[in-house]
């Protein structure tokens, strides 16, 4: 009996996407280059992008961080977070050297002058005609951050183009995420900014959509006629990872539930988009978001919950609760678990 074949759906994010292409060389200043994302999540991506999609020639990444580190010593950590996060194990040496060879470390406070002074003389050395500047700090640092690279000259290349990458959460309230708006576009234009939640690049949340839209299977049954009720849970067993001061800041709701948790109900919630294009998706988002019941102060009461983890054992380890993490106050309030309705 012939077998049958297999017909994927194409998934509408990548559409559009050339996989061939020429690729230019940039440089990618990472400021809190010593902090749990760099090392957790982007120094590893940016290894397996050398691996499986050679970098171009002359790629290189500036660490802009506060601790007394040089080259050496940052490239030796680079490594270990490498081997350690990596998807791609064990290092490949002849990759991992080339890739090592483009990472550069400077030593400076964010608030310093003197310390971009330092990185547009470090940029001219490299001599790039391309660069990205991505905020991998505590939110609070980004206002100063943004307003130094402009004093210095950064956030502008006569000769190329110029980004910045700013993490989430975006502002911890309304008027405090419009005025870092305001404040990141005195210094940037719009087409050089890009405020990213990094889950959107899950291929599982990719995939929402093509599971949704090119199923003849489910789509039909995907309405509250259908469905009675739905659970999203996002559940980690890690602690903060040092990460306190970032956390005693933000917490689960702004950590989590006000971007990725959101980013998740949006794609559950939307009706189908006209097109797949940027725009058309973004506006049944916001279509969904404009819905959403809004909680008052005995819903909040009545259909939330905030705690915190206290001390246990994860993966046959001993690990301490949140208030004996290191930087946490013995009496903060911060959450760390939260649920709503």
């Known amino acids: ?42 120094l590893p991506a940016l290894y397996n992008l050398a691996l499986e999609h050679p970098l171009p020639a002359g790629f290189s990444v500036v660490a802009f961080a506060r601790r007394p580190y040089d080259d050496k010593t940052f490239r030796e950590q680079a490594l270990e977070s490498i081997n350690e996060f990596s998807r791609q194990k064990p290092v490949n040496p002849q990759v991992w050297e ?15 002058p003197a310390g971009y002074e ?37 956030n502008r290349n006569r000769k ?22 305001r404040q990141v576009g005195k210094v940037f234009k719009e087409e050089q900014i890009y405020r990213i939640d990094h ?10 959509l093509v599971f949704r839209l090119a199923n003849g299977i489910f789509e039909p049954v995907w309405n509250r006629r259908y469905v009675d009720s ?11 990872e040092g990460r306190s001061s970032y956390y005693e800041e933000s917490g689960a709701i702004r950590d989590m539930v006000q971007n990725h948790m959101l980013q998740l109900l949006t794609l559950v919630a939307m009706e189908p988009p006209v097109t797949f294009d940027a725009d058309a998706v973004r506006d049944e988002k916001v279509k969904v978001l404009h819905a959403l019941q809004h909680l008052s102060g ?22 301490p609760g949140y208030l004996q993490e290191p930087g946490v106050s013995s009496n903060s309030t911060t959450e760390t678990y939260v649920a709503m309705k």
Not at 199 to 206: H, I, N, P, R, S
Not at 298 to 319: F, H, K, M, S
């Open 98 to 112: 080339s890739f090592a060879s483009g990472i550069y470390y400077l030593q400076s406070d964010f608030h310093n």
């Open 160 to 181: 190329g183009w110029t980004r910045i990458i700013i993490e989430k959460p975006f502002g911890h309230d309304l008027p405090s995420a419009r005025e870092l708006n």
């Open 1 to 42: 009996m012939p077998q049958r074949s297999v017909i994927e759906a194409p998934n509408p994010f990548r559409e559009g996407i050339r996989t061939k292409e020429s690729l230019e060389p940039c440089v990618m200043v990472i400021f809190g280059a010593t902090g749990d994302l760099t090392h957790r999540k982007l």
């Open 298 to 319: 005995r819903d909040v009461l009545t259909n939330t919950i905030r705690a915190q983890y206290g001390p246990g054992w994860v993966g046959g380890q001993e690990v």
């Open 230 to 240: 739905v659970q999203i849970t996002v559940a980690e067993n890690l602690g903060i």
């Open 199 to 208: 889950y959107l690049g899950k291929e599982t949340v990719q995939n929402i």
């Open 118 to 154: 330092k990185l547009s003389s470090l940029l001219s050395k490299l001599d790039q005609e391309r660069g990205t500047s991505y905020l991998s700090t505590p939110p609070s640092q980004y206002p100063e951050i943004i307003q130094h690279l402009g004093a210095a000259g950064l």
